[in-house]
């Protein structure tokens, strides 16, 4: 079916081959007037991740989008940058290799996808080859499959175009020496060809002892007009990072412990993580008529992972002693991904429809080991010791093998989801997909252990879903909407949890999730939209970390309330506002202890968040931002002892534009030099947030 369907998809493209000067300019006309069919486009109120050309206004479910310019006037350096300025998202620690957030309520590391595609390896993603990154909030099972119960975040990478030859160049350097350089590069070949290169260059540093690494990517793309009908879109990209990592200081008494901002809670010479990430994709799009499209996307992708560490577990100020674990981690994994998606846009007597259907192939190699820290004295993978600053970590090694799997997950997705303008005022969305999620995994050390205890270390499990999603949206005016929407999503078990779990039939099944929303989009002018929804999402058969051993996983249901507010565009041609409050309340269902009910608050879910940007033009050379992100306290695990305090963080930055090709900015984080601690990743590994620091910049186009 997959050979099949390429076939068939690159066979259209080759019979509609007709290379002339003005087949962009044709093909773009076609794509803009498809977009637009049901309003105007303008400023960034559509966005990729919902496969439609649908205005956002008319898409029923809480929409945020963070354009590339909005990253580079804010100096935003990744992922859990952008989404701080984002409501309803909170960062993770992330054990400090990887990306991290909990959205709604909702802590997840997989639900992250590059143009629509599955991006859930796990590592810092960079943001220097990016168009936008948009975040879609509640279950979103039927366009992305397992995952996104609580949301999805969608990186849009930049691609050739073929409207003109152009560069651009930056760098940055910050006050601990962190710096970062960039250049994008776009050579038009001829009427109907262009290749673009992007690359960066970062070296990490922070306020942190110790902290230092480096990581570097290129991506090149090629695009081809084949006809004023066809394009397609090559791209790879090559990403190496190499970083000490540091989990952050442990607490005390029910809070960060005191005092110990800079101090390193491992060993430098051994805390260490490195990836090498090699990604392919091809995408062809083909516009059928002025009425049918169609693209398809595959990929493939290729992760070297290695990590290990050693982190705080305890501490104790008057006694004066530190307690530390460790281990080493290796993931290998491979991914093949197909994507197929038909949109069509056509009335049935009276009624208009936005038809979307498609399907989706995925398979998936992973290698995974650990080894244990092993402390001469304890001769154990844990140790207390006096504690000193720097630390004099006692002697130690590595066990041997004590995770060593292989897993293999196969994936065949197929969807269908209809826009139904039933009146002019009424719009009708609804969709279902089928998935069928199919995981084996071989535990070596079971297997090397024999079957005599009954477990011969081949385990595998097979899940078939159905997702639906309903929204129903109301416009009183062109500009203004309300809907309501009703939205199912499922995870099935990873491989890994196969281990950290019971082999229980409940423990092993999906956990669920569903999204119940209600909202209002008004657009109200031409550059600024307003968006407001109050949402209750419901998890079923969940899995979360234990709070007495983070090691190992529980199970639970969960239920997350909450209201979330934003307000984003131009105020006047020299005013642009991004702004953003949400109110969440996230409980336990269900938990008995003691013979009475006693439910815990989620981890990282602060009941208050608010985020302002706001850029102003003094004039045509100077303009200067303010910032402000404020997070009400927050538990750094479900066991609910240790709390993190609320914070108020005050950025601002100005602007000069020495000529039309060159511009220099000041960015200064934490104006106040407030002292706080923005994420956790359990009780003892809580991050300390930046003192006062200052970004100075300078880009260059030509």
């Not at 620690?93 to 629509?116: C, K, P, S």
């Not at 995770?403 to 719009?427: G, H, M, P, W």
């Amino acid at each position: 079916m997959l050979a099949t369907s390429i076939g068939l998809i690159l066979s259209s493209a080759a019979l509609a081959e007709g290379n002339t000067a003005s087949t962009q300019k044709q093909y773009d006309e076609q794509q803009t007037e498809r977009i637009t069919v049901r309003g105007a486009y303008f400023g960034q109120q559509a966005a990729d991740s919902v496969k439609t050309p649908t205005l956002l206004i008319d898409v029923p479910q809480f929409v945020s989008v963070v354009s590339a310019e909005q990253i580079q006037q804010q100096a935003l350096q990744s992922v859990a940058d952008v989404v701080q300025y984002t409501p309803g998202v909170t960062i993770g620690l992330g054990e400090d290799h990887r990306d991290q957030m909990t959205i709604r309520g909702q802590n997840t590391t997989a639900d992250f996808f590059v143009d629509g595609l599955r991006d859930d390896v796990q590592y810092f993603r960079p943001l220097y080859n990016l168009e936008r990154v948009e975040i879609l909030r509640g279950a979103n099972a039927l366009l992305f499959g397992r995952g996104g119960g609580g949301g999805i975040i969608n990186r849009v990478t930049k691609e050739a175009e073929l409207s003109g030859t152009f560069s651009a160049f930056s760098a940055n350097l910050d006050t601990f020496g962190a710096s970062m350089a960039t250049i994008d590069t776009n050579q038009v070949i001829d009427g109907s060809q262009a290749l673009r290169l992007n690359a960066f260059h970062e070296q990490v540093d922070n306020h942190r002892d110790f902290k230092n690494g480096s990581r570097y990517g290129v991506n090149p793309t090629y695009s081809w007009a084949i006809s004023p009908d066809t394009k397609l879109v090559l791209s790879y990209e090559y990403l190496d990072d190499d970083r000490l990592v540091d989990r952050g200081i442990p607490s005390e008494n029910g809070k960060p412990a005191a005092g110990h901002q800079d101090t390193y809670f491992g060993d430098p010479d051994f805390n260490r993580t490195t990836l090498q990430a090699q990604i392919a994709r091809a995408r062809i799009d083909h516009m059928i008529s002025s009425n049918w499209s169609l693209n398809a996307t595959l990929q493939y992708a290729d992760y070297d992972k290695f990590y290990q560490n050693l982190y705080p577990v305890a501490f104790d100020s008057t006694a004066a002693t530190v307690k530390l674990d460790g281990y080493r981690d290796g993931t290998d994994r491979d991914n093949l991904i197909f994507q197929f998606n038909a949109v069509g846009q056509f009335d049935t007597g009276s009624v208009s429809h936005t038809l979307l259907a498609g399907f989706e192939y995925g398979d998936q190699d992973t290698a995974n080991y650990r080894k244990d820290a092993l402390f001469v004295d304890s001769n154990d993978d844990q140790i207390t010791f006096e504690f000193s600053n720097p630390l004099e970590v006692p002697e130690f090694g590595l066990t041997g093998v004590v995770r060593d799997t292989a897993s293999n997950v196969k994936f065949t997705s197929a969807f269908v989801q209809d826009e139904i303008a039933l009146f002019e005022q009424l719009i009708l969305v609804a969709g279902l997909r089928y998935d069928r999620f199919d995981i084996d995994v071989l535990d070596v050390i079971e297997q090397n252990n024999g079957s005599e205890d009954g477990n011969n270390g081949a385990l595998g499990r097979v899940d078939e879903e159905i997702s639906p999603r309903v929204g129903l949206i109301y416009k009183p005016l062109d500009n203004v909407s309300v809907y309501a929407s009703l939205s199912q999503s499922f995870l099935p078990r990873s491989g890994d949890q196969f281990l950290t779990l019971s082999l229980s039939s409940q423990a092993l099944a999906p956990e669920e999730f569903e999204n119940r929303e209600v909202g209002v989009k008004w657009n109200l002018s031409d550059a600024l939209s307003l968006s407001a929804a109050v949402f209750e999402i419901e998890r079923e058969n969940g899995s979360v970390t234990d709070p007495a051993n983070p090691e190992r996983s529980l199970l639970t249901g969960t239920e997350t309330k909450g209201f979330e507010f934003q307000l984003a565009g131009q105020l006047a041609d020299n005013w642009s506002v991004s702004a953003g409050y949400s109110n969440l309340d996230g409980q336990e269902m269900g938990r008995v202890a003691d013979g009475e009910v006693n439910n815990r608050t989620l981890a990282q879910v602060p009941e208050h968040m608010v985020s302002l940007w706001s850029r102003y033009g003094f004039s045509d050379k100077l303009s200067a931002a303010l910032g402000v992100v404020y997070q009400s306290e927050q538990y750094a695990s479900l066991g609910n002892a240790v709390e993190l305090p609320d914070f108020t963080r005050v950025d601002m930055a100005v602007y000069y534009q020495l000529s039309d090709a060159l511009q220099v900015q000041l960015n200064v984080e934490n104006l106040l030099d407030e002292e706080y601690f923005p994420s956790a990743h359990n009780d003892n590994n809580i991050a300390t947030g930046e003192p006062l620091n200052a970004r100075l910049g300078v880009s260059y186009t030509f």
